[in-house]
């Protein structure tokens, strides 16, 4: 068929229509990109493939949460790309997922043999998923386990930022100090905790001014009590941040040692999506498997236009028996261009 014929029959309109029920964005894809077949083998087995998704959908069908479209994510790691925590984890999640598919069909390979041979196909490395969700939170935060040296490095930062904060809220109880505060508070400036100091009492709090208000009536100083402490921080949050970039590092890595084995196995998904939204579609169209020959015969019974919603007139057509030739005459909206379509 070409593709004005296509184009007349609305091919692409049953296109849409399948794509619809697919669950993955590949899956949607590999239904747009579908052209009609002529090899009777071809057929048949998709066919078969329908008919088997059609018997699994009213046993419960597949497991399809947790799968996510990670292909441009892959395709970063496969560049050497540092990956998000927000990005390694929905490869996990799909990497689980897939596992959930396969296993969903592993042992049914006498009620589901062709759907059960996609499903084999798909191969994952259970141990991707469990790294990724070791070292990281659901939240998308390193865990502080993910490395023995990330548990140390954030247990100090806590003690020293802790020591931070009891000084100053010692000033700020303090009568002395807390006559010159904007407010009784502590706050936080370029990473620094600081103290809200009223513009005109600069030189009472000896300290380092790292910001103003905008009205200018407040300085917020870093007293000179504190510094020591604060720079501590600041070198011990610069070696966790160099700590959590070096574990993402190695989480990428991962990814990109698995990335054609994940982006094989996605493809192999997809394909089960597309088994399956064929036949989600054929059983919300009441469709039928149709007995094909190489005869040159067609017989229709009942048979019904796709695209045609509400109360539809079926339509009884033989052609290849008795005669090879057909005419169809009648009145206009009489069915002819239906009747042809079909």
Same mark, same amino acid.
């Given at each position: ?33 579908? *052209? ?19 018997? $699994?959908?009213?046993?419960?069908? @597949? ?53 059960? /041979? ?13 790294? +990724? ?20 490095? !954030? ?18 109880? &303090? ?10 508070? =502590? ?6 905790? =600081? ?11 000896? #300290?380092? %001014? *790292? ?34 970039? !070096? ?27 597309? &088994?399956?939204?064929?036949?989600? $579609?054929? /059983?919300?169209?009441? /469709? %039928?498997?149709?007995? @094909? ?8 019974? &009942?048979?019904? *236009? ?5 109360? %539809?007139?079926? +339509?009884?057509?033989? $052609? #290849? ?5 057909? %005419? ?11 009747? $042809?379509?079909?």
């Amino acid at each position: 068929m070409d593709a004005k014929t296509l184009t007349l029959l609305e091919y692409d309109q049953i296109l849409q229509l399948l794509a619809a029920q697919a669950v993955t964005g590949r899956g949607k894809e590999l239904a747009l990109s579908l *052209h009609p077949q002529t090899e009777r083998e071809a057929v048949e087995a998709a066919l078969a493939e329908t008919e088997e998704g059609v018997r $699994l959908l009213e046993q419960g069908g @597949l497991p399809w949460g947790g799968l996510v479209d990670v292909r441009p994510v892959l395709q970063r790691a496969r560049l050497g790309g540092l990956l998000a925590p927000e990005e390694l984890l929905a490869v996990a999640s799909t990497a689980e997922a897939l596992e959930r598919l396969k296993g969903a069909l592993a042992h049914r390979g006498a009620d589901f043999p062709l759907l059960s /041979a996609q499903a084999r196909a798909i191969n994952v490395d259970p141990r991707l998923g469990r790294e +990724i969700r070791r070292c990281l939170t659901e939240g998308g935060e390193v865990d502080d386990g993910a490395s023995p040296e990330l548990g140390r490095l !954030r247990a100090r930062l806590r003690t020293v930022q802790n020591r931070v904060r009891e000084r100053l809220e010692e000033l700020v109880r &303090s009568a002395e100090v807390r006559r010159y505060l904007q407010e009784p508070v =502590v706050t936080v400036r370029n990473g620094r905790l =600081v103290l809200p100091v009223r513009q005109e009492c600069r030189g009472q709090v000896p #300290g380092v %001014v *790292h910001d103003a208000s905008a009205s200018g009536a407040t300085l917020f100083v870093e007293p000179l009590a504190v510094v020591e402490l604060n720079n501590q921080a600041r070198t011990l949050a610069a070696r966790e941040r160099e700590e959590v970039e !070096r574990i993402l590092r190695v989480l990428s890595d991962l990814v990109r040692a698995q990335a054609d084995l994940l982006s094989e196995s996605l493809e192999r998904a997809a394909r089960l999506d597309l &088994s399956l939204a064929k036949a989600r $579609l054929a /059983a919300a169209q009441g /469709a %039928v498997r149709p007995r @094909l020959n190489t005869c040159g015969r067609v017989n229709l019974h &009942s048979a019904r *236009h796709p695209l045609l919603t509400g109360e %539809v007139v079926p +339509i009884d057509l033989r $052609l #290849g028996e008795e005669f090879d030739l057909l %005419v169809l005459t009648g009145p206009n909206t009489g069915g002819k261009t239906v009747t $042809l379509k079909t």
